[in-house]
């Protein structure tokens, strides 16, 4: 019934077809081969299988329709390009076989070298290398090697221990010690091996290893460590690899050959320079694995200056082409230089910005471009204090970096232990396996979480990242024994109270205390130093991109700051006023009698009375935020959170009355209290008695707070200062709500005013679901908008945070329910869309109405960017996020209100 099929898809691109920008078809590999090919770069000719046909074979567990013919046609144009057949007994073209994804994926996919060698060919080898028989015999053990074990899965470790027999019979640890009698032996026990693994003889036929080859490739693009590598960075799983099928060049042709991998800058500093590593007399992988000790590339001049000066002058040509860093793949064949592979190179965060810079100077990018080319998330790896690390410390484990930070403490295994050895004053590093919801008060008391098991979203990762403590997750070289209180890594032993440092960043782990040095960019921040007059090619980049990101932006940037210390410290990283000053912490510390002599006022004049004394002191805290950021916008929340939770906790009260009534003294209070407590208990106090409800049942609450505000407003001004207060309602549903509080505040203002004019706004967060849906309404009454996004989410999704974060959200991310914990970064289709309906209603009530966020993802990047595109008038997070959400919300203008560079 379904229509014969008639136009064949095109699955198989020769390297001359493709370019640079065909990575989800060609990969990264195949896409950069051939931008190398047809910028006329020695590419050794070749073609690309698409992904298209791997995901056609993993869907099928067969090659589609016409791969098999376009192999063949392919592979015919390749002969013919290189006058040699596949395999040719006399002269043959041997291939490569490269993975080659969208997203580099190091170490996890599968090449095959030198497919097109057997018994018969070999010879062939030889004689065309004009007799140079170790060569050819070096390069078919190689191939029966990879292909053993990447496509036949026969065990590695065999090949490598039948490679030591041969050098231990040689007497040597040198692979180039072997000569050809030693290599052709060698030859015939991997093929013994292959043979005992898989019950066949190794395949003598050139194209079925082609096909083999390539089959595999497409396998291990789910091999399980792929699998789980694409899980932790967060890299779909429906990609697929491409495959690349390469005519080989020989850096094993003898010394006057070799192999090596070069960048265009260092990736770790940005400095400009030459970087790379050679080998003479190798192949492929022996750069990287270590098996002889590579050169500094620079030492490839004095070995081969012609090469050397063409390698460099393509490195300049490629980084004028990509305009970034590119690291690169080259072998030379008896002098003759072959590009392997290039592709922009991954970089430090520090040598992001550093390298932006210079490319700006180099007039190769713009700054808006510059701009593009750093994040968020890398100037807050940097706005870390960093470990000094030196020669002495090297690291012990590896894991994963799953919350940034550098921690030092003593270990422990238990959360019981870390809550103890943290109130004696301790730094503890809580050390699990992996943790559990029953850890959370461990996690809570630790400076920083290590666990053995576990990626980027298991609980401790998640619960780590939720708190803003360091964590490294699954550093599964150690060995944890929590019933006997030690692990092993390394051959040493670690037991409890023993000092480890982690580096929730690069997810390292040391032994022993790693000196923790500030950060430069914060203090750059903070103004101590001077990027004009200091010799800091990171902090200059910084200051360069920061500026231009403040130029371009359409969003303000607050912050949240509840004091004026913090205030003041907001200001110095760029905060633009406060979008969100909680009055909570006023009710705190020796002004808790207060409140609870307001809670258990029996009349009128009782509670008058405590809410008269809480007047002045209030005013103060208010005068410093004012005077702290003077000439920029104070938002101050009216109380939000429930009375009781000022109150002591009721088991502790009944405990003291209890001890009270036995030893006869009064306890009339206590009782009270008591009483209070149990009457004020709420069994979900996030949906209680809170916020503006508080403000309509207690009389004079939310009128004491506001007089205390207008009134330091006031004396600021009459001392010749700009405050700018805006009194924000929170919790509001209703507009009826909000009318109710207005009218009384207006009252206060007016009076308060008439001594001195100041501007005071009304606004009210939008934090409750049904606020969004009837924001028309609201806006009727409200002057600003200020989204609450951590009770948005909490509300639209129907869960509290402090109980659902460590209970399943990490079961969620592995599902794939969540991309992202949607209190890290804001949820767009379901709580966004509530941001957005509210946004444009209540504009299109009140146009000149202005609107906010406050609320942790006001500092998170991919939020920043949502908030830009919804068109709200400022951010704010706090202090230290304040510099991440500016660069973000440079980078949301530059991106969505275009940008010619790109
Ligand atoms: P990876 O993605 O792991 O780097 P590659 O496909 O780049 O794997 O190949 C592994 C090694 O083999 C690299 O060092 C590469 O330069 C080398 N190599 C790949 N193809 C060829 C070829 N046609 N001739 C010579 N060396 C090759
Ligand atoms: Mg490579
Ligand atoms: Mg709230």
Not at 542 to 570: E, F, P
Request: glycine share 10%.
């Amino acid at each position: 019934m379904a229509a014969q099929e008639t136009v064949e898809h095109k699955y198989v691109y020769d390297f001359a077809e493709g370019n640079k920008d065909l990575k989800d078809l060609l990969g990264g590999k195949g896409a950069n081969l051939a931008e190398m090919t047809n910028l006329g770069l020695p590419v050794p000719p070749g073609f690309t299988i698409t992904t298209e046909a791997c995901k056609a074979y993993l869907a099928t567990g067969e090659e589609p329709d016409g791969l098999a013919d376009q192999i063949a046609a392919h592979l015919a144009s390749l002969e013919q390009a290189m006058g040699k057949r596949l395999g040719d007994p006399r002269d043959p073209l041997l291939v490569s076989v490269r993975s080659g994804a969208k997203f580099s994926m190091p170490g996890m996919m599968e090449t095959v070298l030198n497919v097109g060698l057997n018994d018969r060919s070999v010879v062939g080898l030889s004689a065309q290398a004009d007799g140079n028989d170790r060569f050819a015999w070096d390069s078919y053990r190689r191939l029966i090697q990879m292909f053993g074990k990447t496509v036949c899965e026969v065990p590695g470790e065999e090949f490598e221990h039948a490679l030591d027999d041969a050098k231990r019979a040689k007497g040597t640890q040198n692979d180039l010690d072997l000569d050809a009698d030693d290599l052709r032996g060698l030859v015939d026990a991997y093929k013994r091996i292959f043979l005992k693994h898989t019950g066949r003889e190794f395949p003598q036929e050139p194209r079925e290893q082609l096909d083999l080859a390539i089959r595999a490739v497409f396998e291990s693009w789910n091999a399980e460590r792929a699998v789980v590598y694409r899980r932790q960075e967060r890299i779909p799983a429906d990609l697929g690899t491409a495959v690349n099928v390469v005519a080989m060049v020989f850096g094993n042709l003898g010394s006057d050959s070799g192999t090596g991998v070069a960048f265009t800058r260092d990736p770790a500093s940005g400095a400009q320079g030459i970087y790379g590593d050679y080998l003479a007399n190798a192949q492929g992988e022996d750069v990287v694995a270590g098996i002889r000790n590579t050169v500094p590339l620079q030492e490839l001049e004095k070995l081969d200056k012609k090469s050397y000066d063409e390698l460099l002058s393509y490195m300049a040509r490629l980084e004028g082409h990509y305009k970034d860093l590119c690291d690169i793949e080259f072998t030379i064949e008896r002098g003759k230089l072959w590009m392997l592979q290039t592709r922009v190179g991954k970089r430090t965060a520090a040598a992001a910005f550093v390298i932006a810079g210079q490319l700006v100077d180099e007039g190769l990018i713009d700054l808006d471009e510059a701009l593009h080319r750093v994040n968020g998330a890398q100037l807050a790896q940097l706005m870390f204090p960093r470990f000094q690390l030196d020669h002495e410390f090297q690291p012990v484990a590896k894991g994963i970096g799953a919350s940034p930070g550098a921690a030092v403490g003593k270990v422990v295994f238990t959360s019981a232990r870390a809550v103890e050895l943290a109130a004696e004053g301790a730094d503890v590093i809580l050390v699990r396996r992996e943790t559990n919801p029953d850890d959370l008060n461990g996690m809570i008391a630790a400076k920083g979480i290590l666990t053995s098991r576990g990626g980027k979203t298991s609980h401790a990762a998640v619960v780590a990242r939720g708190m803003g403590k360091t964590c490294v997750s699954g550093a599964d070289e150690l060995d944890i024994n929590i019933p006997q209180r030690k692990f092993t890594v390394a051959g040493q032993t670690v037991t409890e109270g023993d000092v480890v440092s982690i580096d929730g960043t690069t997810g390292k782990v040391y032994l022993g205390e790693v000196p923790v040095m500030p950060s430069e960019v914060v203090q750059y921040f903070e103004g101590s130093l001077d990027p004009e007059h200091i010799d800091n090619a990171l902090v200059r980049a910084v200051h360069r991109i920061m500026s231009h990101a403040d130029a371009k932006r359409r969003l303000t940037v607050r912050t949240n700051a509840d004091t004026g210390a913090d205030a003041a410290r907001a200001r110095r990283f760029g905060a633009e006023g406060i979008g969100l000053c909680r009055t909570e912490h006023m009710f705190l510390g020796d002004r808790r009698e207060l409140v609870e002599r307001l809670i258990l006022a029996r009349t009128d004049d009782e509670r008058d009375e405590a809410l008269a004394a809480l007047l002045p002191l209030q005013r103060d805290d208010f005068v410093e935020i004012f005077r702290e950021m003077d000439g920029l916008p104070v938002t101050v929340r009216l109380i939000d959170p429930p009375l009781h939770e000022f109150l002591p906790p009721l088991e502790q009260l009944a405990v003291n009355v209890a001890v009270a009534q036995e030893r006869g003294e009064d306890v009339a209070k206590e009782e009270a209290l008591l009483a209070a407590v149990r009457r004020m208990h709420e069994e979900n106090p996030m949906l209680g008695l809170r916020g503006v409800r508080l403000g309509l049942v207690i009389p004079g609450l939310f009128a004491m707070q506001v007089r205390a505000i207008v009134e330091a407003a006031v004396a600021c001004a009459q001392r010749g200062g700009d405050p700018r207060p805006e009194i924000m309602v929170p919790l509001v549903g209703a507009v009826q709500e909000l009318e109710t509080v207005r009218a009384e505040a207006e009252k206060i203002i007016e009076e308060v005013t008439r001594e001195k004019a100041v501007d005071v706004l009304i606004g009210t967060m939008i934090e409750v679901p049904r606020a969004a849906l009837t924001a028309g309404q609201i806006a009727e009454a409200a002057q600003f908008f200020s989204f609450g996004t951590n009770d948005l989410t909490q509300m639209a999704w129907g869960f509290s945070r402090d109980d659902v974060e460590g209970a399943f959200f990490w079961r969620y991310l592995e599902l794939g329910i969540f991309g992202i914990s949607p209190f890290e970064s804001i949820d767009r289709d379901g709580v966004g869309r509530l941001v957005r309906i509210a946004a444009e209603e209540g504009r299109a009530a009140r146009p000149e109405l202005k609107l906010g966020v406050c609320g942790e993802h006001g500092g998170d990047p991919d939020s920043v960017h949502f908030f830009h595109e919804v068109g709200l008038d400022y951010v704010s997070c706090s202090p230290f996020r304040v510099p991440v959400a500016r660069l973000e919300a440079g980078r949301a203008a530059v991106e969505t209100d275009g940008s010619d560079s790109r």
